[in-house]
């Protein structure tokens, strides 16, 4: 229907609000009252957006308020504006209408800028984050294009409504809490009131330690002290700064004034794990008063704020780790025993599967896992790797394969062969085999080769013959790997030198700082399908040598398609997938790129920080050399030599 039409429909009406955008019906009441001082007077509100010649522009899309003064003087000359169009802009024309027969153009109104809210960013809007002031703050979205970003739309703003919703029940929660208090003496100190002081250490390794931030992060939890803050961090203190914001201005109204956020200065938080997130925050505000003696003026404030953890939810689903029977370990499959056999009790809120979702997750459970190995050599490596096979998947029945691309080099093969053939009498029903390549090692024309020896809808999972699983990786595996829409890659824990581990592991599942650390630009283990591969180029064969191959594949994915056709890249820290340490040998002729990165990783896998730093302040002899080269005398003083020992 145009806006013409649309307007000779609702004449008859005390207003006409005309738009096409995304807007709550409960907003309607708030319309009518702010519009009532408008009734008997001819103003048209609007949304002004770009100014023309003297008059400004009428945009129909954010949406058009009419008052019954207006429609009274345009009714009657309906008709002859939709005679005499001068372009196809029905908004356009509208405006011009009003301006010919109400005598009114479209109203200065900056306010109306940010409660009918325009994206100008044309086919991209509102297919991005929607967590912001703007589309808070507004009544109306434009433009809305397609129904898929309508319901995106409507879900954002659902999830607002739950949020709104919980917080209201933890502040019931909190009075019945303060009531049992007051008249039985009893209290549930997760209830408490919002307090930086609830936890109380009983030891000095119990106190709770702040970490600084203004651009970058000072923290003692990384090896790096000083970096900068993920984009998880900026996106939470968004978060809060926004819901503060509302909380301060909600009366803002009545009060005749408004707070708005400027700038965030520096602040502190720590992690109660306990009860919550807290933060000080120095927060650089301006004060604006609309009502009385009009003023503006900056302002600085110190914010404490607690961000409290919710109650504790347990999801019970369908076991997706194998087809077969499974045998429980306490320690290693507590968590599904948890969620199987707890039956919801105590305050714990239990939640079971549709039938759709318990059918959906016993097919993820039997998507078979195609497992992709390049191996050259190393029999003793590659025997503890069949062992894992053998006892995580092919002893519980999993569904999953095993194809090992070997690369000869003029050496004998048959200890390997005789490996996978004796793996394969034991198992016959699983597909295990050992393919031949010709030529020097080169990890991207193995994986290459072998993904080609599946169809398009397998499941591929490329893995290095070093590592080492637990059974839930492959139920991460699968659920983390989506056709045409996500490919997995795993952030693996990799075992330090054990030469200079100050402790002898039996369980590489054992994961401490001393032991290994989080291979966080390590991109060579990575599960997909088939078809996504191909769809990205699969390798680049002419990469040689150690590395670079992986990232390559991985930029691909992340810069492939647009829009909805692009892959998300899920990647997450795996405690299941383990790196067991090896020698890292680093080829002069490598590429300066390749040179450089197996030289980092060479570096990194030798120690931890922590280890290193017992090794020197041990090391008398080096701390005086060191010393003495830092202040240019020979020795040190007899009085400052000795150094006590680390613990």
Excluded at 515 to 528: H, L, V
């Amino acid at each position: 229907m145009s806006a013409m039409y649309a307007l000779s429909v609702c004449m008859s009406e005390c207003l006409c609000v005309y738009m096409y955008v995304c807007l709550p019906l409960y907003l309607f009441d708030w319309l009518f009252v702010s519009l009532s001082v408008y009734e008997f007077h001819p103003v048209m509100i609007h949304c002004t957006l770009v100014c023309i010649c003297s008059e400004n522009f009428c945009m129909g899309g954010p949406g058009i308020i009419i008052s019954r003064e207006v429609l009274r003087r345009m009714a009657p000359n309906i008709q002859y504006c939709l005679k005499h169009l001068y372009s196809t802009h029905e908004d356009v024309e509208v405006g011009r209408c009003i301006r010919k027969f109400a005598g009114v153009p479209c109203a200065w109104s900056y306010e109306m800028q940010t409660i009918f809210y325009h994206n100008g960013s044309g086919s991209l809007a509102f297919t991005r984050d929607l967590h912001s002031k703007e589309v808070h703050r507004a009544i109306t979205l434009h433009p809305v294009k397609t129904s898929q970003h309508l319901y995106r739309i409507q879900n954002y703003y659902n999830a607002l409504k739950g949020s709104i919703l919980r917080q209201e029940v933890v502040g019931l929660q909190r009075d019945v809490n303060d009531m049992n208090t007051f008249l039985y003496e009893k209290t549930d100190s997760a209830l408490a009131r919002p307090n930086l002081y609830r936890f109380r250490p009983q030891h000095p390794d119990e106190v709770l330690e702040w970490e600084f931030f203004s651009k970058t992060l000072y923290s003692h939890l990384d090896y790096n002290p000083r970096r900068s803050p993920k984009f998880s961090m900026k996106w939470a203190l968004n978060d809060l700064i926004m819901q503060m914001m509302d909380s301060i201005n909600r009366y803002s109204k009545q009060r005749g004034r408004i707070i708005d956020f400027k700038d965030l200065l520096y602040g502190f938080q720590r992690v109660d794990p306990l009860h919550a997130v807290h933060y000080v925050l120095d927060l650089h505000l301006v004060y604006r008063r609309y009502t009385g003696r009009k003023m503006t003026a900056p302002v600085r404030r110190h914010a404490h704020l607690e961000q409290a953890f919710g109650p504790l939810q347990l999801v019970e689903e369908q076991n997706c780790l194998g087809t077969g029977p499974a045998v429980y370990d306490l320690k290693r499959d507590f968590g599904d025993i948890i969620r199987y056999y707890s039956g919801g009790a105590g305050n714990f809120a239990k939640n079971s599967l549709s039938d759709e979702e318990y059918d959906c997750a016993v097919a993820a459970g039997n998507v078979t896992v195609h497992f992709i190995v390049p191996i050259s050599g190393r029999l003793e490596t590659l025997s503890r790797f069949l062992t894992v096979m053998e006892h995580v998947c092919f002893s519980r029945n999993e569904s999953v394969s095993l194809t090992l691309m070997h690369f000869a080099q003029g050496l004998s093969s048959d200890g390997i062969a005789g490996k996978v053939r004796e793996l394969k009498g034991r198992f016959p029903s699983h597909l295990i085999e050992l393919v031949e390549l010709a030529g020097n090692f080169s990890r991207a024309r193995a994986l290459q080769a072998g993904a080609a020896r599946f169809l398009p809808s397998s499941l591929l999972f490329f893995v290095d013959v070093d590592m080492t699983f637990e059974g839930g990786l492959l139920h991460r595996v699968r659920r983390s790997t989506k056709l045409q829409r996500m490919v997995y890659y795993p952030v693996v824990f990799s075992q330090y030198d054990p030469k200079t581990n100050t402790e002898t592991l039996e369980n590489a599942f054992h994961l401490t700082e001393d032991n290994g650390y989080w291979r966080q630009f390590g991109y060579g283990i990575a599960s997909m399908y088939r078809a996504d591969f191909d769809a990205v180029g699969g390798f680049d064969l002419n990469i040689t040598g150690w590395g670079k191959e992986d990232v390559d594949l991985f930029e691909r994915f992340i810069k492939h398609g647009e829009g909805d056709t692009r892959f998300t890249v899920f990647r997450a820290v795996d405690p299941g997938l383990v790196h067991i340490y090896h020698p890292i040998i680093c080829d002069a002729a490598l590429s300066d790129a390749q040179l450089v990165m197996c030289l980092g990783t060479r570096a990194a896998s030798v120690s931890g920080g922590r280890t290193l730093a017992r090794s020197l302040l041990n090391d008398t002899e080096m701390l005086n050399a060191g010393w003495s080269g830092f202040t240019g005398s020979t020795a040190l003083d007899s009085q400052t030599t000795t150094m006590p020992s680390a613990h």
